[in-house]
């Protein structure tokens, strides 16, 4: 083992401000970076140390690797903290922190790569008997080629971005008249994204739910998995409700898949906490990717399984074991979440500006994770999310009924929000009932613009 003493926190906003909080409790110094944007941002104030990087827009400040090593070890940090988003997922990143002399809080680089590539991890998984979406796990040449596999495989298909993510360099093909349009428009998009236009091509399920496994693993060999969250409520593959666990799963299906998430893990060396995405349709699952890092979405785990997953990963990352074993990981109740985001509620247009009013709920079972406050000013440089409300219940109708509540109480004035959505959303007789797949909120949206 290592001594950690300091972490560098290599972010913003409220993932920033949640390491700090977990560095705080270990009673370890958080050290924040921050942009000319973010001089006024909690992070900063609630962090032991704060420097300066550089400019509002990301290229001129957070996705600064240099500046970050160098603020790292001129503040003496023993580890580098990524959060998510930003320089999370990038290898090189990861590797340059670890050849700085410091501990990197996640996975090696090795395994980012790996999983980084959508058509290396779909070659790792089948290796490692892991099921996939049917499709090829090698990039296209051109259009024509995308056809021929097509054809193979029958439409619908899904033209994917192999270094991609969060639908961006994603097209759905219905029919061969589309596919050099598409093929061309996944390219441009996947190219501008991710500087990498390489194009991978799978079946399209028609109906299937987003259903995600929590994996930790040590340095010592030990992989655990702390169950599912259901992240099938999303907007153009950005979730805006997740909860945990799903309720299409039954226990067998669910111990299946986190076996299934340890294997895969464990097939590309993985170490600290990481996400395995699958489809879930028809009673089978398919991997589609890995999240190398920790998730917006990690205090629903956190919230049934009553683990401080953020403070594993500083753990993990000095060398500790893990001290649970599988049989030890117990879900109890149900957890939801709510994103809350700086945009029209149904235009999704994004909505800076500088916040009059902010009111948050409490109560029991109730948790919000924010780094907004009244007077905050929100710039137009970065992600639209201004906070995360979280319910604990002992059922998941109890849970909905604390969100309805919780929402009730929300109030956020001067800028526009998605909370009226998602109070919407909590009344809809459909997702009360359990049954939405990844396309109910935009069938849902499309129903609204035909009322109008």
Known sequence: MRPLRTVLVANRGEIALRIIRACHELGLRAVAVYSEADRLAPHVLEADEAYLIGAP???????RSEKLIEVAKSAGCDAVHPGY?????????AQAVVDAGLLFVGPPASAISAMGDKTEARRRMMAAGVPVVPGIAEPLNDASAAKAVAAEFGYPVLLKAAAGGGGKGMRVVHAEAEIDRSFAAARSEAEA???DGSIYLEKYLERPRHIEIQVMADAHGNVLHFGERD????????KMIEEAPSPALTPDLRARMGETAVAAARAVGYRNAGTIEFLFENGEFYFIEMNTRIQVEHPVTEMVTGLDLVQWQLRIAAGEKLTLKQRDVAVRGHAIECRLNAEDPF???P?????STFHMPGGPGVRVDSHAYVNYYIPPNYDSLIGKIIVYGETRSQAIARMQVALSETVIEGIKTNLPLHQ???RDAAFQAGGTSIHYLEDKLAAYARED
């Open 57 to 63: 827009p990301s290229a001129q400040s957070y996705l």
């Open 193 to 195: 994204a991710f500087g």
């Open 351 to 355: 909505s800076p500006g500088r916040i």
């Open 231 to 238: 992240c099938s409520v999303q907007r153009r593959h950005q």
């Open 424 to 426: 919407e959303l909590m």
């Open 85 to 93: 988003g930003f320089l999370a997922e990038r290898a090189f990143f």
């Open 347 to 349: 235009r999704f247009t």
